[in-house]
C-alpha cells in the first residue's frame, strides 16, 4: 500500500522552532565537555528540522528531530541546575520543539496514512513526541548492512527468493512450518522469581526449532546459542482450571520489567482470572546476540527477519503445546502489541483452536514499513542489485499474517490501533483488518501510549466476553 504525502500546512515559523533550539545548543555551550554533549541534540535538530523542512512527508525527519529534542530535555534539565537561564532557554526549547515536531508530523504524515482522525491536543502532541523520539531511537541505532555485507545481502535474498519458489513455499507456507513438539517434562526448567512487583514462575526449555540450513542464512542462524533456549513467564491463577492468556511483547523487549510494565500481569489475573503465559521472542532478552535486546531482528541482514519469524511461530507453537501438555483442555487468547500483534496474527493462521487474538498496533506488512524508514543510499542500491520493496514483501510472504487466512472465527479477531501511531503507520492496522475482514479498535493515541490507554483493556475484555469466558473470573 503505497503512501502519498499531503502538502503540509504548517508554516516556517512552527517549522523554525527545532532548527533554532539546535542551533542554540551548538552555539550557547561552553567547554570541550559540554560542546561534545551539545551535539547530540544540536545536530539532530538540526538536522531533522532542516529534513522536515526539504522533505516533509519523510518519516526519518520528524524521528529524527524528536530524539534530538528528548535528549534536548534530557541533557537541559543539568544544564538548567548548572547554568541557569542558559539552561532554560535550551530546555524550553526542546520542549516546544518537540511539540511543534510532533503536531507537524501529525498534521503532515498521519492524515494521509487512513485510519481514525485525530483529536490534536497538548496530550495528544506529548503522546506522539514519544513515539517520534522512539522511532528516530531504533533509526539512528540500525545496523546497516555496508559494502561486502550489503551485497551479500543481496545475493542471499535472491537465492532465497529462487528456492521458496522452486519449493513452492510460496503458494504453500504451510510448508515451511512443521508443527513444533512440546519440550520433554525433563527439559523444562523452572524457578519461582519475584520482580517489579510480580511473583512469577520463569519457565525455560529448549527450542525445537531448527533453520533450514539449505536456506541462505539458515547455517549462521542455527549457531546463534543464546537464541536456542525460549524463556517464558508465567503468573497463575490461584485457582486450576482457569484459561490461558499468551501475551506477545514487541520489538526491543522481552525484559522483566518492560514486558511487566506493558502487560500489568497482575491486574490481568486479578481481574479476568487467567493464567498469564509471556514468552520471550527470538533475539530478546536473554535471548539476545547483540548488545541490545532485539538486534538483529529487523536489523542488520535484512534476511535475518526471515528466520527471525519462522523461530518465532515455532516457539509461539511450542509455548502452546506446553501449555495443552499441562492443560489438555486449555482455553488459550492470544494479546500481542507492535512485533507481537504481527507474531499473534501469524500464529492465529496456524494454531486452529485459539479462543481469541487481539492484535495491538500491529505490523502487517514488514516489507512496506522498514521501506519507508530505510535510508536512500541503502533503497537505491539495494533496488540496483535486485533486491527492491517488491521482492523483500514476496520473500517475507510465507512468514507474513497476510499470508493465508486465519483459523479465528470473526467475531474472535480483533485488531486495536492507534489513531496517532507513529512507530507503526496506522495504515499496517487496517491491513491487517481488511484481511481479517474486521473494522479496528481505534483510540486516541499514539503507539506508546497503549499501556495507558483505556481502550486497550476493555478491547481484551471485549474478546474475553466473545470467547464466553466466564466474568468475573474472581
Same mark, same amino acid.
Given at each position: 500500500?503505497?503512501?502519498?504525502?499531503?502538502?503540509?500546512?504548517?508554516?516556517?515559523?512552527l517549522?523554525?522552532?527545532?532548527?533554532?533550539?539546535?542551533?542554540?545548543?551548538?552555539v550557547?555551550?561552553?567547554g570541550m565537555?559540554?560542546?561534545?554533549?551539545?551535539?547530540?541534540?544540536?545536530?539532530?535538530?538540526?538536522?531533522?528540522?532542516?529534513?522536515v523542512?526539504?522533505?516533509?512527508?519523510?518519516?526519518?525527519?520528524?524521528?529524527?528531530?524528536?530524539?534530538?529534542a528528548f535528549?534536548?530535555?534530557?541533557?537541559g534539565?543539568?544544564?538548567?541546575?548548572?547554568?541557569?537561564?542558559?539552561?532554560?532557554?535550551?530546555l524550553v526549547g526542546?520542549v516546544?520543539?518537540?511539540l511543534?515536531?510532533?503536531?507537524?508530523?501529525?498534521q503532515?504524515?498521519?492524515?494521509?496514512e487512513g485510519?481514525?482522525?485525530?483529536?490534536?491536543?497538548l496530550?495528544?502532541?506529548?503522546k506522539?513526541?514519544?513515539?517520534?523520539?522512539v522511532l528516530?531511537?531504533?533509526?539512528a541505532?540500525?545496523?546497516?548492512?555496508?559494502?561486502v555485507?550489503a551485497?551479500?545481502?543481496?545475493?542471499?535474498a535472491r537465492?532465497l527468493d529462487?528456492?521458496?519458489s522452486?519449493?513452492g513455499?510460496?503458494?504453500?507456507p504451510e510448508?515451511?512450518?512443521?508443527?513444533?513438539?512440546?519440550?520433554?517434562?525433563d527439559?523444562?526448567?523452572?524457578?519461582?522469581?519475584?520482580r517489579?512487583?510480580?511473583r512469577?514462575?520463569?519457565?525455560?526449555?529448549?527450542?525445537?526449532?531448527?533453520?533450514?540450513?539449505t536456506?541462505?542464512g539458515g547455517?549462521?542462524?542455527?549457531?546463534l546459542?543464546?537464541?536456542?533456549?525460549?524463556p517464558?513467564?508465567?503468573?497463575?491463577?490461584?485457582?486450576?482450571?482457569?484459561?490461558?492468556l499468551?501475551?506477545?511483547?514487541g520489538?526491543?523487549m522481552?525484559t522483566p520489567?518492560?514486558?511487566?510494565?506493558?502487560?500489568g500481569?497482575?491486574?490481568?489475573v486479578?481481574?479476568?482470572g487467567?493464567?498469564?503465559?509471556?514468552?520471550?521472542l527470538?533475539?530478546?532478552?536473554?535471548?539476545?546476540?547483540?548488545m541490545?535486546?532485539?538486534d538483529?531482528?529487523?536489523?542488520?541482514?535484512?534476511?535475518?527477519?526471515?528466520h527471525a519469524q519462522?523461530q518465532?511461530?515455532?516457539?509461539?507453537r511450542?509455548t502452546?503445546a506446553?501449555?495443552?501438555g499441562?492443560?489438555?483442555?486449555?482455553?488459550?487468547?492470544?494479546?500481542?502489541?507492535?512485533?507481537g500483534?504481527y507474531n499473534?496474527?501469524?500464529?492465529?493462521i496456524?494454531?486452529?483452536d485459539?479462543d481469541?487474538v %487481539?492484535?495491538a498496533v500491529?505490523? #502487517?506488512?514488514?516489507?512496506e514499513?522498514l !521501506?519507508? $524508514?530505510l @535510508?536512500?543510499a541503502? &533503497? /537505491?542500491?539495494f533496488?540496483t542489485q535486485?533486491?527492491?520493496e517488491a521482492?523483500?514483501?514476496?520473500?517475507l510472504g510465507?512468514v507474513s499474517p497476510?499470508s493465508?487466512?486465519?483459523?479465528?472465527?470473526?467475531?474472535?479477531r480483533?485488531?486495536l490501533?492507534?489513531?496517532?501511531?507513529r %512507530?507503526?503507520p496506522?495504515?499496517? #492496522?487496517?491491513?491487517?483488518a481488511?484481511? !481479517?475482514? $474486521?473494522? @479496528?479498535?481505534?483510540? &486516541? /493515541?499514539?503507539h506508546?501510549?497503549?499501556?495507558?490507554e483505556s481502550q486497550?483493556?476493555?478491547t481484551?475484555?471485549?474478546?474475553v466476553?466473545?470467547?464466553g469466558?466466564?466474568?468475573?473470573?474472581?
Amino acid at each position: 500500500m503505497k503512501k502519498t504525502y499531503a502538502v503540509p500546512r504548517s508554516t516556517p515559523v512552527l517549522l523554525a522552532v527545532p532548527l533554532l533550539t539546535g542551533l542554540y545548543w551548538l552555539v550557547a555551550s561552553e567547554g570541550m565537555f559540554g560542546s561534545l554533549l551539545a551535539c547530540v541534540p544540536g545536530l539532530l535538530l538540526v538536522g531533522g528540522s532542516m529534513m522536515v523542512w526539504w522533505s516533509p512527508g519523510e518519516p526519518r525527519a520528524y524521528a529524527l528531530t524528536g530524539l534530538g529534542a528528548f535528549f534536548g530535555v534530557l541533557l537541559g534539565v543539568p544544564w538548567l541546575l548548572i547554568s541557569g537561564d542558559e539552561g532554560l532557554w535550551a530546555l524550553v526549547g526542546s520542549v516546544a520543539g518537540a511539540l511543534v515536531n510532533a503536531r507537524q508530523s501529525v498534521q503532515v504524515i498521519a492524515r494521509v496514512e487512513g485510519g481514525a482522525p485525530v483529536r490534536e491536543s497538548l496530550k495528544m502532541d506529548l503522546k506522539v513526541a514519544l513515539d517520534e523520539a522512539v522511532l528516530g531511537y531504533f533509526i539512528a541505532g540500525a545496523r546497516m548492512p555496508n559494502g561486502v555485507q550489503a551485497a551479500e545481502a543481496c545475493d542471499q535474498a535472491r537465492a532465497l527468493d529462487e528456492t521458496l519458489s522452486e519449493r513452492g513455499i510460496y503458494p504453500q507456507p504451510e510448508r515451511l512450518h512443521v508443527a513444533p513438539p512440546a519440550p520433554e517434562a525433563d527439559s523444562v526448567d523452572s524457578t519461582l522469581e519475584h520482580r517489579w512487583g510480580v511473583r512469577y514462575e520463569a519457565v525455560q526449555f529448549p527450542s525445537a526449532f531448527r533453520a533450514d540450513d539449505t536456506l541462505p542464512g539458515g547455517a549462521v542462524w542455527n549457531h546463534l546459542d543464546a537464541n536456542r533456549q525460549v524463556p517464558v513467564r508465567v503468573v497463575r491463577h490461584s485457582e486450576p482450571g482457569r484459561p490461558w492468556l499468551l501475551c506477545i511483547h514487541g520489538y526491543r523487549m522481552g525484559t522483566p520489567w518492560m514486558d511487566f510494565s506493558l502487560f500489568g500481569p497482575n491486574g490481568l489475573v486479578n481481574k479476568f482470572g487467567v493464567n498469564v503465559v509471556m514468552p520471550v521472542l527470538p533475539l530478546h532478552g536473554s535471548r539476545r546476540v547483540g548488545m541490545r535486546s532485539g538486534d538483529f531482528y529487523l536489523d542488520g541482514n535484512p534476511l535475518d527477519l526471515f528466520h527471525a519469524q519462522c523461530q518465532a511461530l515455532s516457539d509461539l507453537r511450542q509455548t502452546v503445546a506446553w501449555i495443552r501438555g499441562q492443560d489438555p483442555q486449555a482455553r488459550i487468547g492470544v494479546f500481542g502489541v507492535s512485533l507481537g500483534g504481527y507474531n499473534a496474527a501469524l500464529l492465529s493462521i496456524y494454531e486452529p483452536d485459539l479462543d481469541f487474538v %487481539v492484535s495491538a498496533v500491529p505490523v #502487517a506488512d514488514f516489507a512496506e514499513t522498514l !521501506w519507508r $524508514v530505510l @535510508p536512500p543510499a541503502h &533503497q /537505491g542500491y539495494f533496488t540496483t542489485q535486485g533486491l527492491d520493496e517488491a521482492r523483500y514483501a514476496r520473500v517475507l510472504g510465507p512468514v507474513s499474517p497476510l499470508s493465508s487466512a486465519t483459523r479465528l472465527a470473526p467475531d474472535r479477531r480483533f485488531v486495536l490501533a492507534a489513531a496517532a501511531d507513529r %512507530v507503526v503507520p496506522p495504515g499496517q #492496522a487496517l491491513l491487517l483488518a481488511a484481511h !481479517w475482514g $474486521v473494522e @479496528p479498535v481505534w483510540y &486516541q /493515541g499514539s503507539h506508546l501510549s497503549i499501556r495507558r490507554e483505556s481502550q486497550t483493556l476493555a478491547t481484551v475484555e471485549q474478546a474475553v466476553v466473545a470467547a464466553g469466558w466466564r466474568l468475573p473470573l474472581r
